[in-house]
């Protein structure tokens, strides 16, 4: 798999704010995932869209993937201080053994 | 409680030291793998096993030592380390290396301190 792109590198809001974080990519993609990270954690998967799906929601997240532009946002809404937390995207192409590459992911800082 | 559980959690050593890292995962899945992250830098895979063989190895050095006895178990055995191996190692698993949809559940990390 390759690695995605995330921007911005980081990123303060208020406590009720949305906040939106872009990834990019270079090469087609079958599905594209967004993991969150807590300081000094391992990853949590928060929500996959899949190639053929434009948007996809789930609770306060709203994940949108344009494969033209080959980039993805994901939309945190009415965000909290629990949101605190880095946000990676893995753009996953399937080619044999493709483990998921990060990159250095958007470093999301909400303020109560 | 994603599954996967590391240990120790936090692991200070010397330079002449031998430890291991351990991961344990309860999901059936038959790939595992090891990350490396260091502070500012992007999350690094180390390894890859799937069905207990190794079929990824990122060019790391040989002080680091990855051992999988069951599609269960995850082993990186440690020795003569440098103090800029100290970073979080992330444990994650799938349920088969390149197929579904690549989800990875990761453990919560060892935090290795190399004095």
């Known amino acids: 798999s390759q690695q995605g792109e995330e921007d911005p590198q980081a990123l303060s809001i208020q406590e009720g704010e949305n906040a939106t974080m872009n990834c990019s990519y270079k090469?087609?993609?079958?599905?594209l995932q967004w993991y969150r990270q807590n300081s000094g954690r391992g990853l949590v998967h928060l929500i996959l869209?899949?190639?053929?799906?434009r948007e996809k929601h789930s609770g306060r997240l709203r994940v949108t993937l344009d494969t033209s532009k080959k980039s993805s946002s994901l939309l945190i809404t009415a965000s909290r201080a629990a949101d605190t937390a880095s946000y990676f995207c893995?753009?996953?192409?399937?080619?044999?053994?493709?483990?998921?590459?990060f990159g250095k992911g958007t470093r999301l800082s909400v303020i109560a | 409680e994603t599954g996967v559980t590391q240990t120790p959690r936090h692991l200070v050593m010397g330079m002449t030291n031998k430890k291991s890292l351990k991961c344990e995962q309860h999901?059936?899945?038959?790939?595992m793998y090891w990350y490396k992250q260091s502070a500012k830098k992007p999350l690094e895979l180390m390894f890859v096993?799937?069905?207990?063989?190794?079929?990824e190895n990122n060019s790391v050095p040989s002080r680091f030592s990855p051992e999988c006895p069951n599609s269960s178990h995850l082993f990186l055995h440690l020795h003569t380390l440098q103090p800029e191996d100290s970073a979080l190692y992330l444990c994650?698993?799938?349920?088969?290396?390149?197929?579904?949809?690549?989800?990875?559940?990761f453990g919560e990390g060892s935090r290795l301190t190399v004095l």
């Open positions: 994650a698993s799938s349920p088969l290396a390149g197929v579904g949809t690549g989800e990875l559940f």
């Open positions: 090469t087609s993609i079958n599905n």
């Open positions: 869209i899949r190639s053929n799906e």
């Open positions: 893995a753009p996953v192409r399937w080619s044999g053994n493709t483990p998921l590459v």
């Open positions: 999901l059936g899945h038959n790939a």
């Open positions: 096993y799937s069905l207990e063989e190794r079929v």
